[in-house]
């Protein structure tokens, strides 16, 4: 069965760095969308990023743009996001989501994903 596990969150000091990771079984990484999404308290969520595996398309949203990386490892079936520079701003529970379906720049942030993992927490603070 599908499943999703996500770890290498934690607290981090603001200008630090974090690479979270999104373990995958169940399927494997060709022809499907991967996003990051993360939610702070009282706010709602927001999509990170993104890499639809078709074509190694890259999305991100403007505020992580020139900070955050995402990539994949076909082989470890994972996919990552390395996070640099970070701000308090990106504190939240990460959660990484997969899609079955084709995605674009449009449409990988406001998309109902199919399935998700139980999220990780980051948390940056001085």
């Known amino acids: 069965q599908v499943q999703l596990v996500e770890s290498g969150g934690g607290l981090v000091q603001p200008g630090g760095s974090l690479r979270l990771s999104c373990a995958a079984s169940?399927?494997?990484?060709?022809?499907?969308?991967i996003g990051w999404f993360r939610q702070a308290p009282g706010k709602e969520r927001e999509g990170v990023s993104c890499?639809?595996?078709?074509?190694?398309?890259?999305y991100y949203a403007d505020s992580v743009k020139g900070r955050f990386t995402i990539s994949r490892d076909n082989a470890k079936n994972t996919v990552y996001l390395q996070m640099n520079s970070l701000k308090p701003e990106d504190t939240g529970v990460y959660y990484c989501?997969?899609?079955?379906?084709?995605?674009?720049?449009?449409?990988?942030?406001?998309?109902?994903?199919?399935?998700w993992g139980q999220g990780t927490q980051v948390t940056v603070s001085s």
């Open positions: 989501e997969l899609d079955f379906g084709p995605l674009d720049e449009d449409t990988w942030y406001q998309a109902v994903y199919d399935y």
């Open positions: 169940g399927f494997t990484l060709d022809d499907v969308a």
């Open positions: 890499i639809s595996t078709s074509d190694d398309s890259t």
